[in-house]
């Protein structure tokens, strides 16, 4: 038996560490201060192609513990799955509420490839071959399996909700049941559904203030590209696909992460006092953006994704565009009509069929997603989002046991389940600033609310009544696997 050896967690305060949550490069859930119920690391001996009988190579895995909430010896334990980043620790969110509930141990083992998960020192594309959810799911079941025969239940919230749903899906004799927190389990070639949930989420009228930015800005951008770029703070961005995704993100990460006022509110007043619209934007992304949510502009420079060296990939930026660029896609491309973000971001060169490569235009010659995929992995390097599709099911996930739940403000509810069948309720959490994880993380859910308190949400009994209905399927199904382990005695 390995693992679950006592460790004393410690709570520390921590300064810009990502903790999991990225789920595009517009995800990233940098924080001023987390706070970890642990951040002492351990180590597991992993398996690095779970899928070669020939290849026995190992590489070491990082996890942790938290012990304190243990209900000694038959409390269940919580497996919290990190996803697409560096994972610091157990943070301290709605996660120890439940701890302290059940009586649970928590468990949480790194992603492969981010942070100090990395089996290879260089990330070229063809080191990278071993990076996917389908190895990444089998780390888990292979960790799951080395560890204590109590009860399990999994976590996750984005791309390791989604990893919480097929973990369950894929090994359910290993789980009692799982939580898919804003899982997206259905990836999308051309997902329009997150810039129009945006429209939704601002309302109309902030909507149109967005608009008209990007109007002035696509209007602008050919005669004073790089006066423009400058206001923005984001001169390094010489491809104007990756300049105008930058300004999208910067609008979408308020409705995503429950903070809509810090856009619309100024916006909104600029347009009504007739101020420059273009440079009250440019403060936003300035402030809140860079300044608060702690993006790097440098990240958006396909010169920077390029880049193989650990040091470099620490943020997970190029891991986490490899698995978007190969499996899963989410590409938040522009619908097409009523679009906040500029039509320019588009899906570039589509090809007809895997195997033969051909590419085709598609909309214009103004390629975005695909290009980038293409110039920063190379030739070949293309999202098969119909083979994961016909892997996990999509949102007709054939699984059983498995909580969803989405914010009703997320632009990403749009490739989760948001709709309940036999054994897998979803749940959507209402209010105004309910978005990505709100039920884990409370409001707003950029930074890290200790406990997951809801008190700050618009309408924390929306929150709360969301958790209740998680507490008693938990609940349920754990008693439900302590039954059939008695019987089976
Ligand atoms: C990891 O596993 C391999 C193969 O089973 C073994 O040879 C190696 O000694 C193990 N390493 C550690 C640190 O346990
Ligand atoms: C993507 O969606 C847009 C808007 O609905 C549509 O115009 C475009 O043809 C779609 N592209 C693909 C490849 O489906
Ligand atoms: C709620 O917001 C207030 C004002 O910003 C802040 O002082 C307080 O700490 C927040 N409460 C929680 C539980 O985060
Ligand atoms: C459980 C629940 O409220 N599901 C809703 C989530 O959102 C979708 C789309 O808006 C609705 O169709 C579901 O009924």
């Avoid at 921590?14 to 995800?27: A, E, P, Q």
């Avoid at 206001?231 to 696909?241: H, N, P, Q, T, Y």
């Avoid at 389940?417 to 209010?431: A, E, G, L, R, T």
Wanted: aromatic content about 12%.
């Amino acid at each position: 038996m390995r693992g679950l050896l006592v460790i004393i967690g410690s709570l520390l305060m921590i300064n810009n560490v990502c903790n999991g949550l990225l789920t595009s490069r517009i995800n990233r859930m940098s924080s001023s201060s987390i706070n970890y119920l642990s951040r002492e690391a351990l180590w597991f001996n992993q398996t690095l192609d779970h899928f070669s009988p020939y290849d026995h190579r190992k590489f070491h895995q990082r996890y942790y513990e938290y012990l304190d909430e243990f209900r000694i010896p038959d409390g269940p334990i919580f497996l919290v799955i990190c996803g697409e980043s560096a994972c610091g620790g157990i943070s301290n969110d709605y996660i120890n509420v439940l701890a302290k509930k059940f009586g649970a141990a928590l468990v949480t083992l790194e992603h492969r490839y981010y942070g100090k998960s990395s089996p290879f020192e260089s990330l070229t594309t063809e080191n990278l071959k071993f990076l996917s959810s389908k190895q990444a799911l089998f780390d888990l079941a292979a960790f799951r399996q080395a560890n204590v025969e109590n009860p399990w239940f999994v976590f996750g919230i984005s791309y390791a909700g989604a990893l919480s749903a097929w973990f369950r899906l894929k090994f359910p004799h290993l789980t009692c049941g799982s939580l898919a927190s804003s899982g997206v389990v259905h990836p999308i070639l051309n997902f329009t559904e997150y810039d129009k949930q945006m429209g939704e989420s601002a309302g109309p009228e902030c909507k149109a203030v967005l608009q008209e930015v990007t109007q002035l800005v696509e209007q602008r951008l050919p005669f004073e590209g790089e006066a423009l770029k400058t206001i923005f703070g984001a001169s390094e961005l010489k491809v104007d696909g990756d300049f105008l995704y930058y300004l999208a993100d910067a609008a979408a990460v308020a409705f995503q992460y429950g903070e809509p006022d810090k856009l619309c509110i100024p916006m909104t007043n600029a347009k009504k006092a007739g101020e420059d619209l273009v440079g009250a934007y440019a403060k936003y992304v300035n402030e809140y953006y860079v300044g608060t949510f702690g993006v790097d502009v440098r990240s958006y420079t396909q010169e920077y994704l390029k880049k193989t060296t650990l040091s470099d990939s620490e943020s997970g930026d190029r891991l986490w565009w490899f698995q978007v660029c190969s499996e899963v896609a989410f590409f938040q491309v522009a619908p097409a009509d009523d679009s906040i973000r500029s039509s320019k971001i588009d899906l570039g060169h589509v090809p007809t069929t895997r195997l033969d490569f051909i590419y085709v235009h598609l909309i214009d010659l103004r390629l975005y997603h695909l290009d980038l995929c293409k110039n920063v992995f190379g030739e070949g390097v293309y999202p098969v989002v119909d083979a994961t599709n016909l892997y996990y099911g999509g949102t007709d996930i054939a699984g059983s046991k498995i909580v969803f739940t989405n914010g009703s403000q997320d632009p990403w509810r749009h490739a989760s389940k948001q709709i309940s069948s036999p054994d897998m309720p979803s749940y959507i959490v209402n209010c105004q600033n309910c978005g990505h994880g709100s039920d884990l993380r409370g409001c707003p859910q950029s930074h890290l609310v200790l406990e997951g308190n809801s008190k700050n949400c618009s309408s924390p009994d929306a929150v709360n009544k969301v958790r209740q209905q998680m507490i008693e399927q938990i609940d349920l199904w754990l008693s439900q696997c302590h039954a059939a382990a008695i019987s089976s005695m």
